[in-house]
Structure formats: structure tokens, C-alpha cells
């Protein structure tokens, strides 16, 4: 079935017309048809519209395809933070209402001037604020390998849609690992590229010095694919990065003898649940006899990242949210005067995350605690940044867990902020020092306590690594060299 290919399979087949456009689509539909009764992962998809641009990409291709549309014809769809024209755009979130985007974010005109078909819109927390998809306003989604537990997020109608095949590669949106952490709970490849390396244009904002777009996908390859693709500078986002964009994905030849990866000692420590530790450890054995050499390295900052991402994250939000006031655009509840048009709308718009975020944010920046808190949090982050630089000047990138277990049930931690926030222990730092960040799989945990019912005694791990401003290919390389050597993404949810 097409569904189950990566992008690059999927993109040879289509060139060789072994297989049209719409059977891919209409592959995807039907998987999705299928499982969303029990994954939720889409919020919203156009499939008449999807059938139309395959039959367009069918064209094209019994014509000899396109040099230029290096994805002409494959699926793609992309989380609920990223404006594509003619699609409605939610964050999540009942805020929006019935919003329509009216253009295209400039990822997503990457992608369709490169032949994508963007089927539909993946489920998140609201606006992004979550590690487990169970702050959207749409309902929770549900991890394909297993329906009982969280798929991560905010990310997690991406990861999730991977994972089962009901897409070939998604969109998300990395701010503090929203990327990298549901792709490892659900088996994906999860890519934060550096800051600024991608242009934020048409993604809604959640905290600007800190969002990127990242790639869900199922190999690595992919991922350098779509890189290629989405990358670059942009006029409409000045802090788009000018340097020009490699061909990552012809750079993937499973050598990287002589490349030094540093493990860093902070990150082994504390919670981390026995299997995870275990997984990283081989995989460390695995970069070792591959040639890669692997020493340890310190980020004595760590352990302030958390602290501090929560109130430059919060602070951010709580000035980016304001514009949603019921008057410019998506839900209004009217009110007698402008104020209380403002109080109905934001407070039966916004879930109880969101408005929690706001107030922290906005009490961090007030007058009298900005100094005390957000100031101070931001010394921190320069001194995060400072580790990392000095870190790589010893290695070309680390290696770490993505999370401290595998996924957790649905509803074990949503009743607790602060546990939920510390499921981001591990891929919060890449944000704060603007650093990128690629998950690869790297093994299972069997689950002890699993009920009968169950559809899987098995969870994903996820191996992360991070790499120096700019270091994609780097990552990618290694991240590639990796998963030819280990069966783990090869593995398929029991769906
Ligand atoms: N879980 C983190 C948060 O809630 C990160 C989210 C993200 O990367 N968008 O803020």
C-alpha cells in the first residue's frame, strides 16, 4: 500500500509510474478512514481537493515528471499552526472559530511549488502549549501503538499520523520539543532545525525567540528531503537565516568515521526511566563501532532550562496571544462594552493551559517582577547557549535521550502542570540556545502493566541528537548512518 512508503519511495515509484498520485492519496484516505476512530490524529482534511491536485500531479508525471518538484505527488500534511490557503486554522484551539487561512505559510508554498499535496490539518495542544495532545480543543489523539497513552506534543497529530501510515510525512512546530518528543513516543523522525533556518511566515506565533518548523517523517532521508525543501531565507521573516541551503539529502552515504559525538553527563541522570537509558547506552555502542567517537561532555546549566523556558516561553505567549480579542478575527462573544467582548471571548475561547500560560507570562513581565524573572531568565538562557557553543567546540554533536520515559497514559499527567512540563526535560536546551535537534529511533520498552486489551506490550524510544547552529548535515549524516545500522524504524505500529 503506498500509504506505507516514506517520501523518497514513494517519489521513485511515482517517477517509474508504478504508482499514480491519487492511489497514494487515496491510500491515505482510506487509512485514515479506517483508523481516526481510534488515533484522532487529523482535525480537519480536504480529500475532493487532494484527489484534484493528484490527478494534476498524474499529469505531470505521465509527462515525464518534473526536475523541479522533487515531491510532486506525495502527501503531506501539516499540524493546525501552519496557514495553508483555503484550509481553516485552528491551533487547536476554539479561539479561531471558523477561520480560513487566506495564504499559504512559506514552508507550505515550499512544498507545493515542489509538487506536494497537502491533504489536511494535524491535531496539537493549544497553540502548541502541551506534551501530549491532550490540550487540544478537538480531543485528545491517541498513540498508534498503543490507544491507551499520549502520543506526545504538541506535536502529536503529526507524529501520530506517521506512525500509522494515515500520512507520508507531516509538518510540526519545535519550540521547546514539541517536534522531536511525539516523534520519539510514536517511532518517527523528528527534526528541529536550527533558529531561524526556516522561515516562521504563516506559522502562528507561540513564542517567537524560540519556534521553529520541524519535520515529522519516517526515515531520515525524508527529513533531508523535506529540509531541502522548506529551508531558507525569507523577506517576509527577518529572522529567516541567509546562509544558503545544502543538498542534505545527497550528503546521506552512512559514513561518519572520525566524527566526535559528545554524551552529556547532565542528561543521564535523575528520572530517567531504565529502558530509556539502556536504548541510549546501545545506541552509543552502535555510533562506537560505527567510527563515530563518543566522549563525555558537561552542560552545567541544565538544570535551570526548565525554570527558564517556562517564563521566556510564557512571557512570549502571553504578548503573541493578545491578538486574539474577538475583534480582528475567529470567535467573538459579544459583550456589552469592548472589555467584556474581550474577557467573554478570551475566557471561552482559550482552555485552561493557554490561560494559565498567559497570566504566568504576563506576571513575569509585570512591573517590580520582569527584572526578578524574566530578565534573570534570560541570563540563563545565554548561559545555556554558552555550554552548547563550548560543548562543540569539543564535538560535531551530541547525543541524549528525547524523553525520560515512553509514552505515558492518557490523563496520568494532565492533572499536574509541573510533571507534564518536565516530560521536556531533555529537548527544551536546543530551543533556548537555538541550536537543531533530530530524533531517530532507537528501540522499545516493554510495558509491564500492560492491560489485556492493549494493542501493544511495546513503546518507541527516541535518540536525540543536537547539533551546532547550522549543523543539519552534520545531524542528518549521523542520524542516517544510525537507522541503516539498527532495524528500529523498519518496526510498524499493530494497527
Ligand atoms: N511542551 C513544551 C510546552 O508546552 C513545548 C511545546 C512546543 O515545543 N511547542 O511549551
Redesign the pocket.
Known amino acids: 500500500m503506498p500509504n506505507r512508503l516514506s517520501v523518497s519511495e514513494l517519489s521513485a515509484r511515482l517517477a517509474r509510474c508504478e504508482v499514480s498520485a491519487r492511489q497514494a492519496v487515496q491510500a491515505c484516505l482510506d487509512q485514515i478512514q479506517r483508523l481516526e476512530p481510534a488515533i484522532h490524529a487529523f482535525i480537519s482534511h480536504l480529500p475532493a481537493d487532494a484527489l484534484e491536485q493528484a490527478d494534476a500531479a498524474d499529469q505531470l508525471l505521465a509527462a515525464g515528471g518534473d526536475f523541479a518538484r522533487p515531491l510532486l505527488g506525495v502527501p503531506i500534511a501539516t499540524k493546525d499552526v501552519i496557514a495553508v490557503q483555503g484550509h481553516p486554522l485552528n491551533c487547536g484551539s476554539k479561539i479561531l472559530g471558523n477561520f480560513i487561512s487566506p495564504y499559504d505559510a512559506t514552508a507550505i508554498a515550499k512544498l507545493k511549488a515542489a509538487g506536494a499535496i497537502i491533504l489536511g490539518r494535524l491535531n496539537m ?1 493549544e497553540f ?4 501530549s495532545t491532550e490540550n487540544s480543543a478537538f480531543g485528545p489523539t491517541r498513540n498508534p501503538w498503543d490507544t491507551t497513552r499520549i502520543p506526545g ?3 502529536g497529530g503529526s507524529a501520530a499520523a506517521v506512525a500509522a501510515d494515515e500520512i507520508i510525512a507531516a509538518l510540526g ?7 522531536r ?1 511525539p516523534a520519539a513516543l510514536c517511532g518517527c523522525v523528528g527534526l528541529k532545525p536550527t533558529y531561524g533556518r526556516v522561515s516562521r511566515y504563516g506559522l502562528v506565533a ?2 517567537s525567540s ?2 521553529q518548523i520541524g519535520t515529522c517523517t519516517k526515515t531520515v532521508r525524508d527529513a533531508a528531503l523535506l529540509l531541502e525543501v522548506i529551508a531558507g531565507h525569507d523577506p517576509r521573516d527577518s529572522t529567516s537565516l541567509p546562509q544558503a541551503v545544502p543538498s542534505y539529502s545527497t550528503k546521506l552515504n552512512g559514513e561518519i568515521r572520525g566524527l566526535k559525538v559528545g554524551l552529556p553527563k547532565e542528561y543521564l541522570v535523575g528520572g530517567l526511566d531504565p529502558q530509556v537509558k539502556a536504548a541510549v547506552a546501545a545506541a552509543v555502542n552502535k555510533f562506537e563501532e560505527l567510527g563515530a567517537e563518543v566522549i563525555e561532555v558537561s552542560l552545567p546549566h541544565t538544570d535551570y532550562a526548565i525554570a527558564s ?2 517564563i521566556i ?1 510564557t512571557a512570549e505567549a502571553s504578548a503573541n496571544l493578545a491578538r486574539f480579542d474577538g475583534v480582528r478575527y475567529g470567535a467573538r462573544v459579544p459583550g456589552e462594552d469592548t472589555l467584556e467582548l474581550y474577557c467573554r471571548t478570551r475566557g471561552r475561547g482559550f482552555g485552561a ?1 493557554v490561560k494559565r ?1 498567559i497570566i504566568l507570562g504576563t506576571y513575569v513581565l509585570s512591573g517590580g517582577y520582569h527584572d526578578a524573572y524574566y530578565l534573570r531568565a534570560q541570563k540563563v538562557r545565554t548561559l545555556i547557549r554558552r555550554d552548547f557553543l563550548r560543548a562543540f567546540e569539543q564535538v560535531d554533536a551530541l547525543i541524549t535521550p528525547t524523553t525520560p520515559t515512553a509514552a505515558f497514559k492518557l490523563g496520568e499527567k494532565s492533572g499536574d502542570p509541573l510533571q ?2 518536565l ?2 526535560i531533555f ?2 536546551s536546543c ?1 533556548l540556545a537555538g541550536i537543531c535537534g533530530l530524533v531517530v529511533p532507537c528501540g522499545f520498552a516493554s510495558v509491564t502493566d500492560a492491560p489485556p486489551a492493549a494493542r501493544s506490550m511495546r513503546l518507541p524510544i527516541g535518540l536525540q541528537l543536537l547539533g551546532k547552529p547550522l549543523g543539519e548535515e552534520t545531524l542528518l549524516r549521523l542520524g542516517h548512518a544510525y537507522e541503516q545500522a539498527t532495524p528500529w524504524h523498519l518496526e510498524k505500529p499493530p494497527l
Open positions: 495542544d502548541a502549549m502541551g506534551s506534543g504538541s506535536s512546530s519545535d519550540t521547546g520539543g514539541s517536534v518528543q507561540y513564542a524560540l519556534d523556558y517556562y516561553a493551559e500560560r507534564m512540563y516530560e521536556d529537548t527544551i530551543n
